[in-house]
């Protein structure tokens, strides 16, 4: 059962370009989501989160979009550098439960010079 | 402070023989949870802890899994009779649990990526 949908595998983007990486969840319990970039052999790294309290949360060239009756978010990416090329997991928890992080499979973004 | 540690960060063993990872989490954090990547799939939830108990074990820990956290800093994943499809990168997070007040820093460590063969 895929709580946190991610249904594009990859994505390639032409560098200062936007990028928009989507990401949908079924759980209604959800109620806090973050996005983490992850490189080869190394750890995901934490990169943007929203509270559902929220629609919209932005962080340098990172913002992320909640639509919460949708169940959709999305990360937009703006300028895209070649440095943002990994893959990108979006996350979501429930932090009236045990808060263990559920992940989706993740999309490739593989931003062009 | 370096982050959460994880060692080693490759391990390559035979079918049938027992590993053991570790995991040193940040030091003022409370929680520490592990998970499981294999290619192509996001990090799947195995266990986690708060303090030294061991609060909730994903049915994907099978009986062969067994991890501790025996005070309350760092952690062991041990697998048992390891088989092929045990081959995945093992990862650790850690966090500051404050109850009602939220749950911060949720950190990962590099992983350790078990090649069993």
């Known amino acids: 059962d895929q709580q946190v949908k991610q249904n594009s595998p990859s994505l390639s983007v032409q560098e200062g370009r936007i990028s928009i990486l989507n990401c949908d969840y079924t759980?209604?319990?959800?109620?806090?989501f973050l996005w983490y970039k992850k490189y080869p052999a190394e750890g995901p790294t934490f990169l943007i989160s929203i509270s559902s309290i929220k629609d919209k949360n932005e962080d340098g060239r990172f913002t992320v979009f909640l639509n919460k009756s949708a169940k959709h978010l999305s990360l937009h990416i703006v300028p895209s550098q070649p440095g943002d090329s990994a893959v990108y997991f979006c996350a979501a928890l429930d932090s009236g439960g045990y808060q263990k992080v559920t992940f989706g499979i993740g999309t490739k973004l593989q931003v062009i010079p | 402070d370096t982050g959460v540690s994880q060692n080693p960060r490759h391990k390559i063993t035979k079918r049938g023989q027992n590993v053991t990872f570790r995991c040193d989490p940040i030091s003022e954090h409370n929680r520490l949870y592990w998970y499981r990547q294999t290619l192509g799939q996001g990090p799947e939830f195995l266990t986690y802890f708060q303090n030294e108990a061991q609060l909730e074990k994903s049915r994907l820990l099978s009986d062969r899994f067994s991890a501790e956290r025996p005070k309350g800093s760092f952690s062991t994943l041990e697998i048992q009779r390891t088989e092929q499809g045990d081959s995945a990168m093992y990862l650790c997070?850690?966090?500051?649990?404050?109850?009602?007040?939220?749950?911060?820093?949720?950190?990962f460590g590099s992983g350790t990526r078990l090649t069993v063969v």
């Open positions: 759980n209604s319990m959800f109620d806090y």
């Open positions: 997070a850690s966090s500051l649990f404050l109850g009602s007040t939220g749950n911060y820093g949720y950190t």
